[in-house]
């Protein structure tokens, strides 16, 4: 497979059990390097995504888009295009290319992998977060005029375009946000299908966790709410 100028991001945060067999199904030769931003872990998942061939930064505040946003500040040189993925296994990295394709191709700078107009595994995705993807496209389409399908966090953007959105989100709003600055700075956006499936052990730390799953979603409200003031 052609190496492309493209670093994929895996934030991740007590990933032991999984993140190995995640790194290892990452087709070879894709990407200039993969990058394991370690937000707090305390179960040893930098030592053993180091040991598995990925670099790692370490950010110990913890916070979904504090740690993508270090790990963007360590992506090489020659790097054009970053993707992110999770580090539960609960995606398939081997479609990475096809987030990658259309933004080399020249017909998108943002590709989302969207999780509702693919393939979900039965009880991959719940009741509460289909709800809270609804209700945020919804009104992302109400305030912007832009029609998205899914918030997934399976995605590639130009490295450039990223930058320029300044990122300022710590934390689960930060996917919101990209997307939201996205179509307020023009961007070329393409969602297309992905697979999704249940991550390989344990529990969701946000959808299997009834208080972080209503801290997420309003924080992602939140985001929405201070980017539409922002933008009267």
């Not at 305390?42 to 913890?62: F, H, Q, S, Y």
């Amino acid at each position: 497979m052609k190496r492309q100028p493209a670093v994929l991001i895996v934030p991740a945060l007590d990933e032991a059990p999984v993140i190995a067999s995640t790194l290892a199904r990452i087709p070879a030769g894709l990407f200039l390097a993969v990058i394991v931003a370690d937000n707090g872990s305390t179960d040893g998942t930098g030592p053993i995504a180091a040991a598995a061939g990925a670099m790692v930064v370490t950010r110990a505040e913890k916070g979904y888009g504090g740690a993508c946003l270090a790990a963007i500040e360590a992506v090489p040189a020659e790097t054009e295009v970053v993707a992110f993925m999770q580090a539960d296994g609960s995606e398939d990295p081997r479609e990475a290319a096809e987030l990658l394709s259309p933004i080399f191709d020249g017909r998108a700078d943002l590709v989302l992998g969207s999780r509702v107009l693919g393939r979900s595994s039965p009880g991959a995705l719940l009741p509460h977060q289909r709800f809270g993807n609804w209700l945020s496209t919804t009104l992302i389409r109400w305030i912007w005029g832009h029609a998205y399908t899914d918030l997934g966090p399976f995605r590639a953007i130009r490295l450039s375009s990223l930058r320029a959105m300044d990122m300022r989100e710590l934390a689960y709003g930060w996917t919101v946000e990209m997307q939201v600055k996205a179509v307020v700075n023009g961007l070329r956006v393409l969602e297309i299908p992905v697979t999704y499936g249940i991550r390989e052990a344990g529990v969701n730390k946000v959808s299997g966790n009834a208080k972080a799953s209503v801290m997420a979603g309003a924080r992602i409200l939140a985001v929405i709410v201070r980017l539409a003031l922002r933008a009267r």
